[in-house]
C-alpha cells in the first residue's frame, strides 16, 4: 500500500518562512506528478504547486516568486519550500503524488492526511 507523509508545517509570522516536505512509501514502480494543494477554512481545495518527473514546474499565481517546489527522486520525496508568508497563506496543505504501483498498469492519485501552515499577522 502507498503511503503520502507530510511534515514541516507549524506557526510562523508573516514574512517568514517554512518547508514542507512529503515522502511517498510503499510498493512504488515510478512517481509521475508530484504536488501540493491547499484548503484554508470555509474555501475549496486549490492547487499551490505541481513538478513532473522531468523537473517541468507549475505554480499557482499567488505564490510565484514565494514559494518554490522541488522533488528527490531518490527518496520519493516532494519539497515545498515557502518564504514571505502572508497571513492568507493560512491553509491546511496537501501533498498528492501520481503513482504506479508494482503489478499495476497504471498510475493511481494518492494524497497525504495534510498539514497545517498558520501565518499571523
Known amino acids: 500500500q502507498v503511503r503520502l507523509v507530510e511534515s514541516g508545517g507549524g506557526l510562523v509570522q508573516a514574512g517568514g518562512s517554512l518547508r514542507l516536505s512529503c515522502a511517498a512509501s510503499?510498493?512504488?514502480?515510478?512517481?509521475?506528478?508530484m504536488g501540493w494543494c491547499r484548503q484554508a477554512p470555509g474555501k475549496q481545495r486549490e492547487r499551490v504547486a505541481v513538478?513532473?518527473?522531468?523537473?517541468?514546474?507549475i505554480y499557482d499565481d499567488s505564490v510565484k516568486g514565494r514559494f518554490t517546489i522541488s522533488r528527490d527522486n531518490a527518496e520519493n520525496t516532494v519539497y515545498l519550500q515557502m518564504n514571505s508568508l502572508k497571513p492568507e497563506d493560512t491553509a491546511v496543505y496537501y501533498c498528492?503524488?501520481?503513482?504506479?504501483?508494482?503489478?499495476?498498469?497504471?498510475?493511481?492519485?494518492?494524497w497525504g492526511q495534510g498539514t497545517q501552515v498558520t501565518v499571523s499577522s
Open positions: 498528492h503524488a501520481n503513482i504506479l504501483q508494482s503489478g499495476s498498469v497504471r498510475g493511481y492519485d494518492y
Open positions: 510503499g510498493s512504488i514502480v515510478i512517481i509521475n506528478t
Open positions: 513538478i513532473n518527473s522531468g523537473g517541468g514546474i
